[in-house]
């Protein structure tokens, strides 16, 4: 299984203290109170996405390494 990267960063909405976002899967950021729960919750939400695309017969786009990815 690829190794995705995680960008965690300070939540500007209510209701999360910390966002996750995954470059390779746009659109796909989660949240929660603390670092750990907002891991937590990406992890779980990653692969539950993951899911949905094999079941739709999409594919998994290609993990890009840490050294390529540059935040805005």
Do not use: W
Request: hydrophobic share 40%.
């Amino acid at each position: 299984m690829p190794t995705y990267v995680a960008l965690v960063h300070r939540a500007q909405k209510k209701g999360a203290d910390y966002g996750v976002m995954f470059p390779d899967f746009p659109g796909c950021v989660f949240g929660g109170n603390t670092i750990k729960a907002a891991l937590k919750n990406a992890r779980e939400g990653l692969v539950f996405h993951i899911e949905g695309l094999l079941n739709a017969g999409e594919s998994i786009p290609k993990a890009t390494p840490l050294e390529d990815i540059q935040i805005d």
